[in-house]
């Protein structure tokens, strides 16, 4: 039985969580969410469809999906400002 979706603050909240403990993941999320909205969309259409050939959890596929949302891009974006010079996550 699968799990209910998480809201969109809760999206913005985990992906940001993981994002502030990696400093590789933050980078590649900033490039991500930086994406013109039909760009982000299909790459990460094209993501997904590669995470699903390696049977990828349904969790991991929701939050992808999530990415491709304006509202939720756009508040990771903001919680994920650039990194000031010598800051731990540049």
Same mark, same amino acid.
Do not use: F, W
């Given at each position: 039985?699968?799990?209910? *979706?998480?809201?969109?603050? %809760?999206? =913005?909240?985990?992906?940001?969580?993981?994002? %502030?403990?990696?400093?590789?993941?933050?980078? =590649?999320?900033? %490039?991500?969410?930086?994406?013109?909205? !039909? =760009?982000? !969309? !299909?790459?990460?259409?094209?993501?997904?469809?590669?995470?699903?050939?390696? $049977? *990828?959890?349904?969790?991991?596929?929701?939050?992808?999906? $999530?990415?491709?949302?304006?509202?939720?891009?756009?508040?990771?974006?903001?919680?994920? *400002? $650039?990194?000031? %010079?010598?800051?731990?996550?540049?």
């Amino acid at each position: 039985m699968a799990g209910q *979706a998480l809201t969109p603050d %809760e999206y =913005v909240d985990a992906i940001v969580r993981v994002a %502030e403990r990696d400093a590789s993941v933050a980078r =590649v999320v900033r %490039e991500i969410v930086s994406l013109d909205a !039909s =760009v982000r !969309s !299909s790459a990460l259409d094209l993501v997904a469809a590669h995470l699903r050939v390696h $049977a *990828a959890a349904r969790d991991v596929i929701d939050c992808i999906d $999530a990415l491709k949302r304006d509202v939720v891009a756009e508040r990771i974006a903001a919680r994920l *400002a $650039a990194p000031r %010079e010598g800051d731990a996550t540049v």
